[in-house]
């Protein structure tokens, strides 16, 4: 599988983390994706692919691509043979700038991207990103829609900077500090976070640090979960197995199977390292 990826030029640096391109046979049919700080745009240059998010949402199909907020709990894709498209990750607060709606509306629900930007501005990205020279030719053409698309966000400073600093804490930090610092009451930091990342301060918090710590496990090795836990600021184990199975649906353990079994038969994949099989 081809991925190429690259960080945007400024102003989009402060929005993006990186735009990519990814071309090829997916490892597995269905992949899991476990909720991150962060949000996701998809221009889909292939066959249709699939989104399922939650026991309680039926599985949709993309054919344009899809847009994705900051979400809560694990999302399940389901990847045609040859899947091909380009894409942006957002940082958590960098869709704002690009939707006509608040994020909040869009939390655990993906829609497509035709519903964000528009049938004849999707279609025409479409047909220029499929006659492009090259994957580094299309994450330009990619930038340069964006640069055009980028405006003027309300309230978008201040969700940056409380968001840097909750990153740079990873999570362990006070709610209410952030917001006397910010000379904001908590209620107005949470309602502008509602509507630039479509959670509360707290929920990124939270997620921002199981993220990190599960990024802190080698799944290679031997795992020590109570001094993970620990490390983390989770209370104990028990809470830490607790907040495991609501981003994820495993246990830990399992998680690390899952982990261990897209090693051993995908080793070195250009998808590794979160997306897990769901088959």
């Not at 990826?5 to 929005?15: A, H, I, K, M, N």
């Not at 847009?67 to 399940?76: F, K």
């Not at 710590?213 to 184990?237: C, E, H, K, N, S």
Request: proline share 9%; aromatic share 10%; net charge neutral.
């Amino acid at each position: 599988m081809e991925y190429v990826s690259r960080v945007p030029r400024p102003p989009l640096d402060g929005l993006i983390d990186d735009l990519y391109y990814l071309a090829g046979e997916p490892p597995y049919a269905r992949l899991t994706l476990p909720p991150m700080p962060s949000a996701l745009l998809i221009v889909n240059l292939g066959a249709p692919f699939r989104i399922r998010g939650g026991t309680d949402i039926g599985t949709a199909e993309y054919v344009d691509g899809c847009v994705v907020t900051m979400p809560t709990r694990a999302l399940e894709f389901g990847y045609p043979p040859g899947t091909r498209s380009v894409g942006v990750h957002f940082k958590p607060w960098g869709l704002a700038p690009f939707l006509p709606m608040p994020a909040a509306e869009l939390c655990d629900r993906p829609v497509t991207v035709e519903q964000v930007w528009g049938c004849r501005t999707i279609a025409e990205l479409r047909d220029r990103l499929a006659t492009a020279a090259g994957p580094h030719e299309m994450l330009t053409l990619l930038e340069d829609a964006l640069m055009r698309r980028l405006r003027e966000t309300a309230g978008l400073g201040l969700v940056r900077h409380a968001g840097n600093a909750i990153a740079g804490a990873v999570g362990a930090v006070a709610i209410g500090d952030l917001s006397v610092a910010a000379g904001v009451s908590s209620t107005h930091l949470a309602q502008r976070f509602k509507e630039l990342v479509g959670v509360t301060p707290k929920r990124f918090a939270r997620t921002y640090r199981f993220a990190a710590t599960v990024f802190a496990i080698d799944p290679a090795g031997p795992v020590d979960w109570a001094g993970l836990a620990g490390r983390a600021g989770y209370f104990d184990q028990a809470h830490f197995g607790h907040e495991f199975r609501a981003f994820t649906g495993l246990t830990p353990t399992r998680y690390v199977e899952v982990r261990r079994r897209f090693l051993r038969e995908h080793p070195g994949h250009a998808l590794d390292g979160w997306p897990l099989p769901a088959d």
